[in-house]
């Protein structure tokens, strides 16, 4: 996981200007080649410009064909401009080979026999999905060099199942059928569909492993399709047969078999180059528990017991695939190791009870232990100079059960300018501190937990920092201690569960000219010393894969509460409310410093789609809302949430925009927080030259107060869908797998701050330097 990081810079406009004509120059001038795409096609050759798909009737989308097609046009960006291929263009036509055709793609020439074999494979493809009457033919439209391609698909009427039967022939998985129900995935009346019985017969497969099977495979699993007198029915059967041994040259039919696990051999210190480049065999030392036999180099530095503990093979008597990807997902979630594989080995042996038995093989590769880095990290962009560091320590295995430490001391000084041209104000902001974790790969609780968590072991997390803030207008110190747990309920779920998180937040050192400037004294409480006793529960889907290029959804939700418990103790005890100087309220106290009462909700919904190989399309939604009650009038300053930033609405700085349609003095500290927060946004992404990508990015929303006596800062139903902020812009990034670094300049489209009718800045005013937002940061923004 990459960490984000972001800086806003507000730029002047000429300097806005310059780099939007320097992003837009590089676009058109490649593009602008790429209009004479036929530059390196060969004579009495085309290029292949459009390809389209046309369909007579409903059932299947172009989208689902398409993957049939032997040859797609040049990809393009935006659909319009063919920049890969102007950037093959850009090469000498003496040169055969050069920097711009292996960074560039080259031009797509049409073919007669690709065109022939996309009809063939299409038509194939939808006999599979029933059409079996379908026809498709093709026209080719010439213009000039170039070429267009349309397939014309005629559906007819798709075959149909009259009759489903399921005949189990080896009776040992009939339990495995029941669990899969045939006769609720293929029904009568669907579509006679090749691909979908392909995908049940695996699915049957990998249920019958997941019951102890090992050796069941789909090949055992066949269907017999009875079309006689039929046009467009058929009566289906799916057969289950046994195993089909060979002994002696003949082929004999025996039921399939659950296996059991006989012994597991853990090779805890695998090293495979070790043992290629040993000359002599290798002798190990070994340690026996139970079944268990662990092979190590003179000293074992994990503790068996937490191997075991991980190893969810041994939570059922019968091997499970199941219970494989289990202990996988358990052992990565050790990080102790940087590979693991497990193997087995069918020991031709059978237990009392007459089951065929397997030995398991474990070889898990070591991590390093222990592990330093250090980040410095500099700014000076505009006058603005900052510079910070982080210097971390991890021990991944502090004492031999997989205990994880991670200590980071981090600091940050960074000058800066606020206001405008007339009262520029400089100032440093400085901040440092130091966090501690230690985690524990086990669920540490009073009472039996066993059987709570099917996919995996929770860990318990402690978790302790303290953190010095000095900004123009206040400093304040933030003390958190807490614990919780994680875990993983599925290959794309997972939980956070946080029982007791402990924030002590000092203020001192404020501005007096700040505290004054805040006539509603809810809002001053927020600039407070105070305390929160939360308690959280979040989770998270997320089917994104790091590894493959592919769509995606991602669902982040999280509950928050504080206060509550403190409540409950202070009222039932009839304890006495204190009065604060800066606080319009009594209130209750922890350690003599008022605590926050309030409640949180926030969710996070992304969804990637992937175009092609060089484009792709993000969108993401946002809401949270924080509501103080009890004890609080307001929710802590720590707590509220804030727009505009790098990784935010990107036409804004930081803390800028908001909340609602107030409009807050150009000369004062960005400071703008709320209590509700809306955003939407859609970043279209494409690859360019190399590890440089460029972005096109829409965001909108905005924050709001629930009790607010500035004009246009509080939450209003008929009012606050006319005070949306909207920004767009243009970004790149460079893309290194292990980081990447990216640069985006948003602009200022709708201003919620300006007079109603005079909102949208395109066409009320010219736009101003204040309306160029540049952003540096490290990551993408969602």
């Not at 795409?37 to 290029?47: A, D, G, R, S």
């Not at 059991?260 to 070790?274: G, T």
């Not at 939360?534 to 206060?563: D, I, P």
């Not at 009650?629 to 720590?638: C, L, T």
């Amino acid at each position: 996981m990459i960490k984000k990081l972001g800086l806003t810079i507000l730029i002047n406009m000429e300097l806005a200007l310059k780099r939007i004509y320097k992003y837009l120059l590089l676009l058109g001038f490649v593009s602008l080649v790429g209009c004479n795409p036929t530059k390196y096609v060969p004579e009495n050759q085309y290029l292949l410009n459009k390809v389209d798909v046309k369909l007579d009737r409903k059932g299947v989308s172009k989208k689902e064909l398409r993957p049939y097609l032997r040859q797609e046009p040049n990809v393009r960006i935006l659909g319009l401009l063919r920049f890969h291929l102007g950037l093959y263009n850009l090469s000498p036509k003496k040169k055969k080979e050069s920097f711009w055709t292996r960074i560039g793609e080259t031009p797509v020439i049409y073919s007669r026999s690709k065109t022939s074999r996309s009809r063939e494979e299409m038509l194939k493809h939808l006999r599979n999905l029933g059409y079996y009457h379908a026809t498709i033919r093709d026209s080719v439209s010439m213009k000039k060099d170039m070429v267009d391609v349309t397939y014309f698909v005629k559906l007819g009427a798709p075959y149909l199942i009259s009759k489903f039967d399921v005949d189990i022939q080896d009776t040992s998985v009939t339990q495995v059928i029941k669990k899969v129900k045939p006769n609720k995935v293929i029904k009568k009346g669907d579509k006679f569909d090749v691909n979908k019985l392909e995908i049940f017969r695996k699915d049957i497969k990998k249920e019958a492993q997941k019951q102890g099977f090992y050796k069941f495979d789909e090949d055992e699993i066949y269907y017999t399709a009875d079309t006689l007198g039929r046009e467009t029915s058929v009566d289906l059967t799916m057969v289950v047969q046994p195993k089909r041994v060979r002994v002696n040259d003949t082929i004999v039919l025996i039921p399939n078999k659950k296996y059991k696990i006989r012994q597991y051999k853990i090779f805890a210190q695998f090293d495979p180059k070790r043992l290629l480049l040993s000359k002599e065999p290798f002798v190990f030392d070994t340690i026996k528990i139970d079944n268990y036999v662990f092979f190590y180099d003179r000293r074992l530095r994990v503790n068996p017991k937490i191997i075991i503990r991980a190893n969810h093979l041994d939570d059922s008597d019968f091997y499970s695939s199941f219970n494989v990807d289990r202990t996988y997902s358990q052992l990565t979630q050790l990080k102790l190791y940087r590979a693991m594989n497990i193997q087995f080995v069918d020991t031709k042996q059978s237990s009392e009870d007459g089951y065929p038995m397997l030995d398991c093989v474990m070889q898990l590769t070591p991590n390093t232990e222990q592990s330093y880095s250090f980040e410095l990290e500099g700014t000076n962009t505009s006058g603005n100079l900052g510079v910070g560091s982080n210097l971390a320590y991890q021990h991944k295995n502090l004492f031999t059960g997989g205990e994880r430490v991670d200590v980071k001391f981090s600091g940050a000084i960074e000058r800066q300018r606020y206001g405008t041209q007339d009262t520029i104000k400089l100032f440093n902001t400085l901040e440092g501190g130091v966090d501690g974790k230690f985690t524990i790969p086990k669920f540490w609780f009073p009472f039996n937990t066993d059987g709570w968590f099917n996919y995996s072991t929770p860990q318990t997390q402690f978790v302790m920092s303290y953190n010095y803030q000095q900004r123009p207008d206040y400093t304040r110190t933030i003390v958190r201690s807490g614990f919780g747990y994680t875990w993983k309920s599925s290959q794309f779920s997972s939980h956070e569960v946080n029982p007791l998180d402990l924030y002590l937040v000092r203020m001192f050192a404020l501005d007096p000219e700040f505290v004054e400037s805040i006539e509603n004294l809810t809002i001053r409480s927020s600039y407070t010393d105070h305390s929160i006793f939360a308690f959280s529960y979040s989770y998270t889907y997320n089917t994104q894969n790091m590894r493959k290029r592919s769509n995606y959804w991602y669902l982040f939700t999280k509950v928050e509460t504080s206060g509550n418990l403190l409540q409950l103790f202070n009222t039932s005890l009839n304890k006495e409310k204190k009065k604060f100087e800066s606080n319009p309220v009594s209130q209750y106290t922890f350690f003599d410093t008022p605590y926050a009462q309030y409640f949180k909700f926030n969710v996070d919904l992304r969804r990637g789609l992937v175009i092609d190989k060089y484009n792709n399309l993000v969108f993401r939604g946002y809401l949270g809302v924080a509501i103080p009650y009890g004890n609080s009038v307001q929710v802590p300053f720590e707590r509220k949430y804030y727009a505009g930033g790098a990784n935010d609405i990107r036409g804004w700085g930081a803390r800028t925009l908001g909340p609602g349609s107030f409009k807050a003095d150009p000369t004062d500290y960005p400071n703008q927080v709320g209590d509700i927060k809306l955003e939407a946004n859609i970043e279209y992404r494409f690859n360019m030259i190399g590890v440089l990508e460029g972005a096109l990015f829409f965001d909108t929303g905005n924050i709001w107060s629930l009790d607010d006596n500035r004009e246009g800062a509080e939450f209003d139903f008929n009012r606050f869908y006319k005070e949306f902020a909207v920004s767009t812009g243009v970004g790149a990034r460079l893309n290194f797998d292990y980081a990447i670094i990216r640069g985006d300049l948003g602009i200022k489209l709708r201003d919620p701050s300006e007079p109603e009718g005079q909102r949208w800045i395109p066409t009320n005013r010219k736009f101003k330097s204040t309306d160029f937002v540049f952003s540096i940061a490290i990551g993408y923004p969602f």
